[in-house]
Each structure stands twice: as C-alpha cells, then as structure tokens.
C-alpha cells in the first residue's frame, strides 16, 4: 500500500518561510493535496494538484512537488497559521491516502 | 454557499450500530461523489469510503469492509453511512466531504463524534 510520510512538527518564526514535506514513492508522478487543521475544526483545502490555490487562500500558500517529495510553503508565516497540516494522494490501489499530519508551529 | 452538516454522531456499545447523515446544500448534490474521512482523539485523518453520484459504485477502507455501508440519497441531497458491528477503534469524529476531480475533497462538514464505549 502507498505511504505518505509527514514530519511531526514544523517551528517557524513569526514572519519567516516554513516548509512542510510529504514524502513518498515517486510521488512525483501523483497529484498532492494539503489541507489545513485548526483546533476543533474541520480540514480546510490550502492546496490542490500540487500547486493550485482554492479562492480565498492567500497566495502565502503554495506548493511544489517533485521526485519523491511534495513540499507545502508558507510564506511570512502568521499566528493564524498554526495548525495541524495534512498530505494527501488518490491512490489507484488503496484510493485515498493521508499523511500523517504536521503540526505547525508559529514561534 | 456550500454546505455540509453532519448529524447522528453519538455513544454507543461495542457491537452496536449507529447511522450518519449528511445534509448537502448550496451545489447539485448529483454531481459528485461523496466520501467520508474519520478521525480518532488526537490522531490524524483516515479516509472511510467513498460513493459514485448514482451510487453504483462504493469503495471502503479494508478496516470497515463488511461492517460499514456507504449510501446516498440524492432527491434529499443527502450522504449516509450505516456502521454495524461497531468497535472501540471506530471511535472518531465522522466528516462527511464532496469529492472534487476525483482527486480531493472541498468542503468538509463540520464532523459528528461517535464514542465506541461500554
């Protein structure tokens, strides 16, 4: 079965640039889709097809993936960005697969 | 709007049976698959199943195959999902999600907590 393999936390400073990996298999060749958790609320989409912003997300938000390893950035991180953070992939043998999640914290 | 609102959540007894449901509103229901994703406390989010627009097809994560049934209703634009047999690991917050490209899901509800506890 395909994996998706997320680091547990990420730490940024106020302001500065963080980056979220989501490892996998060539998943170069698949499409990547991040979404965004807050405390008691549902996953909200920040990312589709790798790279693709929904209406209404801040272009601070963006993504790239590439060999065997998808990467969500945010740029000049806010206090309003902490939040947990999850990977995901349509995968033809298992569907759907979620990362494991990475917690965002703003320092 | 897009909306989706979850009910039917609750505690039940190892064994039991609980039915979801969720009210779609704000975009034709028809169209698109559906799916739901659970998460247990503190854990990350684990895909549950998901269901074709006329509900010919259905697909299931391994762990709730045989126990957990996907259905839809679309003249009441509404998404269920019959869980039997119930265990204390299904113990999650239920969100049902419409289903974009076949690829993500945009928007979520809300959630529903069922609690597997005797």
């Known amino acids: 079965s395909y994996e998706l393999t997320q680091p547990l936390s990420v730490s940024v400073a106020l302001g500065q640039t963080a980056r979220i990996t989501c490892g996998g298999n060539n998943i170069g060749s698949k499409n990547v889709h991040w979404y965004q958790q807050k405390p008691g609320q549902a996953p909200v989409l920040v990312i589709y097809?790798?790279?693709n912003r929904p209406s209404g997300i801040p272009e601070r938000f963006s993504g790239s993936n590439s060999g065997n390893t998808a990467t969500l950035t945010i740029s000049r991180a806010q206090a309003g960005d902490e939040a947990d953070y999850y990977c995901q992939v349509w995968d033809s043998s298992t569907y759907v697969v979620f990362g494991g999640g990475t917690k965002l914290t703003v320092l | 709007e897009v909306q989706l609102v979850e009910s039917g959540g609750g505690l039940v007894q190892p064994g039991g049976s609980l039915r979801l449901s969720c009210a779609a509103s704000?975009?034709?229901?028809?169209?698109?698959?559906m799916s739901w994703v659970r998460q247990a406390p503190g854990k990350g989010l684990e895909w549950v199943a998901n269901?074709?627009?006329?509900?010919?097809?259905?697909y299931y994560v391994d762990s709730v195959k045989g126990r957990f049934t996907i259905s839809r209703d679309n003249a009441k634009n509404s998404l269920y999902l019959q869980m039997n047999s119930l265990r204390a690991e299904d113990t999650a917050v239920y969100y049902c999600?419409?289903?974009?490209?076949?690829?993500?899901?945009?928007?979520w509800g809300q959630g529903t907590l069922v609690t597997v506890s005797s």
């Open positions: 704000g975009f034709t229901f028809s169209s698109y698959w």
């Open positions: 999600a419409r289903v974009r490209e076949l690829e993500w899901f945009d928007p």
């Open positions: 097809r790798d790279s």
């Open positions: 269901i074709k627009q006329d509900g010919s097809e259905k």
